[in-house]
């Protein structure tokens, strides 16, 4: 698949580029992101730009990862990378995936982050025809919940060792977005907990 170039009201989502390199190597040094998520370690030029330049476009070519720069339009700067992960042959025959992200520190708190998941995930279901979209993050991590209700996920409870951080498993909170959540059809039917198919 080419990569998608999505505009909002404040933010422009396209490819991550190579004047983005040192913003990542910045922000892998931010705490707050390497406590709530896997970045590398120890996150040097080489690294960012090889995630940037390679595994990116990869994923895009290969139709299984699908990775965005999110930036604020009127200046440019980059808020984050945002992706929507895993359509292997399970995920795309399940007709779901992950989403996955980081914001840097400048821009947190601003709305951002909650409005390119929106864009993305809208995206995510019309042209990639998803019916769920995932997401996960340790229990101690109520911000990025929080974000995620807020566009419209579901919280569906708690996962028992699901996420691997610093080498010690840990539990998770479990999240769902749904095309209906957004007002969007679904690629097919749905038969909820208190419903019946007619």
């Given at each position: 698949?080419?990569?998608?170039?999505?505009?909002?009201?404040?933010?422009?989502?396209?490819?991550?580029?190579?004047?983005?390199?040192?913003?990542?190597?910045?922000?892998?040094?931010?705490?707050?992101?390497?406590?709530?998520?896997?970045?590398?370690?120890?996150?040097?030029?080489?690294?960012?730009?090889?995630?940037?330049?390679?595994?990116?476009?990869?994923?895009?070519?290969?139709?299984?990862?699908?990775?965005?720069?999110?930036?604020?339009?009127?200046s440019g700067e980059l808020v984050g990378p945002m992706g929507i992960f895993g359509l292997s042959w399970v995920g795309r025959s399940e007709r779901m995936a992950s989403l996955g992200c980081w914001t840097l520190a400048a821009h947190?708190?601003?709305?951002?982050?909650?409005?390119?998941?929106?864009?993305?995930?809208?995206?995510?279901?019309?042209?990639?025809?998803?019916?769920r979209i995932e997401s996960v993050g340790e229990v101690a991590n109520r911000g990025s919940l929080a974000c995620a209700v807020k566009v419209g996920f579901t919280h569906e409870g708690t996962l028992r060792s699901r996420i691997i951080q610093d080498g010690v498993r840990r539990d998770a909170w479990m999240a769902s977005l749904l095309p209906q959540d957004l007002g969007l059809e679904p690629s097919m039917p749905y038969v909820g907990e208190h419903e019946t198919l007619v």
């Open positions: 698949m080419e990569p998608a170039h999505i505009v909002t009201d404040r933010l422009d989502i396209g490819m991550l580029l190579d004047s983005d390199v040192d913003a990542f190597v910045e922000a892998w040094k931010d705490p707050l992101i390497r406590r709530w998520t896997n970045v590398p370690s120890p996150g040097t030029r080489e690294q960012a730009a090889h995630f940037i330049h390679h595994f990116c476009p990869e994923g895009w070519r290969e139709d299984t990862n699908y990775l965005f720069g999110v930036r604020v339009r009127d947190r708190g601003k709305g951002y982050t909650a409005e390119a998941i929106r864009a993305i995930a809208g995206w995510a279901f019309t042209e990639l025809r998803l019916d």
